[in-house]
């Protein structure tokens, strides 16, 4: 069963919603291109989350461990992606990671 490319996936368990290919309006409409860049190069890398986050992969590949889960969530270059606040996990990069990001404040 294929998804559809513009309809956000989550995992329940895991919280972080993924969105593959958003268009070019949303991403406008979101204003991608003012917040922050941040980027890594590939590697192990852990993090907690104290606020959610929106980010915009602009290139890489990683897989996402949450802390106490087995699952993992894997996303990349062109994905939309929204990590819960309070989430701890481990990034695992294969690719090195170049993304536009946001906190959210409330």
Do not use: Q
């Amino acid at each position: 069963m294929a998804a559809i490319p513009s309809r956000p996936e989550s995992s329940s368990n895991i919280g972080i919603i993924i969105e593959n290919n958003p268009s070019d309006s949303k991403l406008s409409e979101l204003g991608i291109k003012s917040w922050p860049k941040w980027g890594c190069p590939p590697g192990k890398y852990t993090f907690k989350y104290d606020a959610e986050e929106t980010c915009y992969l602009l290139k890489g590949k990683v897989k996402v461990f949450p802390k106490g889960s087995s699952e993992f969530v894997e996303f990349g270059a062109g994905d939309l992606v929204i990590i819960p606040k309070g989430i701890s996990c481990t990034w695992d990069v294969s690719v090195a990671i170049d993304k536009h990001y946001k906190f959210d404040s409330s």
